[in-house]
């Protein structure tokens, strides 16, 4: 008898990193979904592995040599390594391929979204498993492939690229001009998470507003139904899908134009979570004009205010740049007196750093390091006295909590996040022992919480 054990051929083993933003998180996820469906095993060690990927970020100075310590790391410890991601499509000063130059025994490198050029050197340097009994691994999500997050939130990408040129950014140069994906893709995408077990659906791209301008708009189909491929009426169908699920819907980089002023009702129902992360980065026009800010023409100040009249549950979270080139002490005043009168809810702030490739290096005004360093402390001493007395004010109001961690069925309590925090870069709601001894606390499920005090960032909250 054919004993398929032991004929089996163990499959290969590809060792995998992945850093940087949720954008690469979805690469990885992409490619992991690939090697998975072609019989390759994925593991997180680079030891004992037989050829290793390592998904990049070249944003930021940190995140370059974050992402190259893992290269090397990866030399050491395996020797057969393939370099994918943001870092990959970066040249040197010399204008050949950085990765290449620093590490010369890399098997292969790749720009970012290169699902099928990775595959290709992976099938060069490991050849496919032939054997037939290999088993693909179970994948709770279906068609939506592998997840890299925890498996009740999930990170949809609806869009690649960006058409905007800001002076700081090389995101276009890495990523190229928008390209939206067909809305039924995405709707297709979303729906398997949710049947998943996914609650959390948070939405990005490099800016999310743009949603089918590329495409003018086109009408796509889903189910059978025509919808036209827009934020508006991707929020509505995403916002009800999620409804029948128990689910949120979050939107992530989304630009203060005009048209979001329609989205706006849908968070005012509760439809989609009434959240915006919108990253504002500056709040002086001749500021945003040197940076090349879409939106740099709104009256944003007015806009957050109509938000707020709309919906005024809104939680608005911001990124924010100090030291710019050329930034005057009167235009970062701006800024401070913006955020005192915007009073966004969850800041943050970057001191300009320069970006290799970036516009804004050839900039008049460079600043001293000291300087940008100083102002981005004054900018965040303010946003934090913001955020602090906005979280003062949930104290005795009980909100849904989605818990991300309850060891013991919470008995000792956990950690979860209500509308107001998205995972990863807000604060979290520290869950108390539940009073009632027969309740129970579950990782990926909704309790309702009674805010009891607030410390930093973060809320404390007693299960009822
Ligand atoms: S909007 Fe600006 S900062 Fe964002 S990805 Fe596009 S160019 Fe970069």
Known sequence: MYNAESNRV???????????????????????????AEGYQTVKTFQGADLVIVNTCGFIDDAVKESLDTIAEALAENGKVIVTGCLGAKSGEDGRNLVRQLHPSVLAVTGPQATQAVMDAVH?????????????????????????????????????????????????????????????????????LFEGGVKELLVISQDTSAYGVDVKYRTGFWNGKPIKTRLLELAESLGDMAHGYGAWVRLHYVYPYPSLDDVLPLMASARILPYLDVPFQHSHPDVLKRMKRPASGEKNLERIAHWRSVCPDIVIRSTFIAGFPGET??????????????????????AYSPVQGAAANDLPGMLAQALREERRARFMEAAEAISAAKLQQRVGVTLQVLVDSAPGLGKKGGVGRTYADAPEVDGVVRLLPPEKISKTLKVGEFTKARIVGAHGHDLVAQPI
């Open 10 to 36: 163990s499959a290969p083993k590809v060792g995998f990193a992945s850093l940087g933003c949720a954008k690469a998180l979805t690469d990885s996820e992409l490619i992991l979904t690939q090697l998975n």
């Open 124 to 192: 060069t340097h490991l050849p496919k498993p032939h054997d037939p009994f290999v088993d693909l691994v179970p994948n709770v999500f279906g068609s939506a492939g592998i997840k890299l997050t925890p498996r009740h939130f999930a990170y949809i990408k609806i869009s690649e690229g960006c058409n905007h040129r800001c002076t700081f950014c090389i995101i276009p140069s890495m990523r190229g001009d928008l390209v939206s994906r067909p809305i039924g893709d995405v709707l297709t995408e979303a729906q398997a």
């Open 329 to 350: 002490e009167q235009e970062f005043e701006h800024l401070l007196s913006f955020m005192a009168d915007a009073k966004i809810d969850r800041a943050g702030c970057f």
